[in-house]
């Protein structure tokens, strides 16, 4: 059995009271590697290490030698690929193809970052003829990255990349239940030659070293990605230190299918967004909204679908694997016992894999139809494979359905008319608007960010470079 090592100040070692955390296998809960328990005491060292380096040698660099070492990681990740693959799908449970397609986005992350990094320029203001105004764009410092476990790669390298690109020095804290591939980039990064404490990287609990990283004094902004409840906390914490934040939190975003949409095309994309990672996506299109005159004809042939899905082994490329662990699992099954209690229809259910091993976090695919707004699954994320239905009349009572939740990431909108789909798309209260796909290209180079409880800020993109740096603006005097 492995056990890892965190990487502090360009060296690995364990938690500085020498304290693990077990590693399970989702697929059949397993024990097979561990990961230190970071105390707060190595945050501490981490965030020195970071802080030397940004007073160091990691600000030494140009920018354009910031962008070459991101693309030589790119190269040396996509070099891992199989490896990486296998080592995520075993930690985290996705079937091995989206694990593969999340090395993918990691390295177009750090390329796209890369060869960004040069490019972000500051600008000159005019102002009183007797001044020279310069603004430039510097990095925050030290920022603290809090990685959760659904998409550690991906989320790693939108954050992450981007910080290195932007020239701060990260710290970055991965989820207990998805180290293992965070912990392999950090190995390649310091193989492709970045300065030791530009990246560190501390496992562990998230009450205990995810806590002391965002309270920590040392640390200039933060980003998180996760739950609101926990995004409340890291906000708190980076308030009392005067930092900034981006929050990722999540959402309930509807699919709006109006009556002249493209069937053939919307039915895959309708299935597709909800079972992607066994609904354990953050842009999950967790919500079907059907015009009335098509509502049975969508609902009658999504369950079709719906009926023939299977979480299995996450090597054995099943529709979803299993959940990422025990609570998680029960979260999504006590979803559906108060569902099922509350008399909501199910119109149908996938199942199981018959060879899926017993001590996995197996969870069958549901979709409930018709269900009210009003209700608890139409309103609260469930974070997991539960599609609800819902009809609507006009335009109007789609736009309100839509943007009638607490959150606001994502939108898809199906229709073949070219005014209706600018005018709907533009209504929608999220981050981003998908018309006639949903969630395509994955977006690394789309800006990316919610409104209310989907949280703030937004990363992914060129966007996302700008936010990890700041402004510093020189006001010179010369007449
Ligand atoms: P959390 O928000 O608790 O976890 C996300 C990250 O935050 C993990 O790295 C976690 O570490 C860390 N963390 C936990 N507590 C703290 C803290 N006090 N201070 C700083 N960091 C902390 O989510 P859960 O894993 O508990 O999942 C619960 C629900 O959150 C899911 O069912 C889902 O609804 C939502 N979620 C949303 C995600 C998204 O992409 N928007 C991603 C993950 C979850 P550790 O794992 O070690 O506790």
Redesign the pocket.
Known sequence: MTLHKNLIGGRDVPASDGAVLDVLSPADGQLFARIPSGTAEDIDAAVKAARAAFEGAWSKLTATERGRLLIKLAAAVEADADHLAALESRDNGKPLRQSRADVTALARYFEYYGTAADKLHGEVIPYLNTHFIGVERVPHGVTGH??????PMQ?FGRSVGAALAGGNATVV?????ASLTILRIGALAREVGFPDGALNIVT????T???A??AHPGIDFIS????P???T??QT?AAKNHVGVTL???GKSAQVVFDDADLERALPSLVNAIIQNGG???SAGSRLLIQRGIFKDVVDAVAERFRTLRAGHPEREPDLGPMVNQ??QR?VEKYLERAKNEGLTVAAAGGIASDAPSGGYYVAPTFFAPVAHESVLSQE?V?GPVLVATPFDDEAEAIRLANGTAYGLAAGVWTRDAMRSTRVGRAMRVGQVFVNCYGAGGGVELPFGGFGRSGHGREKGFEGLVEFTTTRTLVIAHG
């Open positions: 809090i990685i959760p476990w659904n998409y989320i804290k991965p989820a207990e239940d562990g609990l998230g009450r070293a995810g806590a990283l965002t998180f990605t996760g739950s409840e926990t995004g906390m890291v914490a990722e939190l999540g354990q996506t953050c609570a998680q979260r994320e974070f």
